[in-house]
């Protein structure tokens, strides 16, 4: 599962890097004047933060969400090895009794 994430992201950055690349060319090898190339890069640059703001947002809510994922999952297996802890003290618990009774039967 965590090779799916590094790999989609992996695949997202080499998007965004061959997007702005290409933009790059194009604007430098566009046969325009000097102030609407850069009027274009502005233009680019707010849509690419705004881009990044909003990857931003969705990479923190996916992150908060993993993490509450994480603590579910160590909280339910914290429960479990305590009901096992529990269990096995209850069992020990009953041997020894068990065990007592029967040398208590033996000494008669």
């Known amino acids: 599962m965590a090779d799916d994430r590094g790999s ?28 609407d190339s850069r009027a274009q890069l502005r233009r680019y640059a707010r849509r690419a933060e705004d881009n990044l703001r909003d990857l931003a947002g ?5 992150y908060e969400e ?18 096992a802890f529990e269990a096995g003290r209850e069992a020990m618990r009953q041997e020894r009794d068990h065990r007592s009774g029967d040398e208590e039967s033996e000494d008669r």
């Open 8 to 35: 989609s992201a992996a695949v997202v950055l080499a998007f965004l890097t061959g997007t702005a690349l290409g933009a790059l060319a194009a604007l430098v090898l566009a046969p325009e004047s000097g102030s």
């Open 58 to 62: 969705r990479a923190g809510e996916v």
């Open 66 to 83: 993993v993490v509450g994922q994480g603590k579910d999952f160590v909280g339910a297996k914290k429960s479990a090895l305590r009901d």
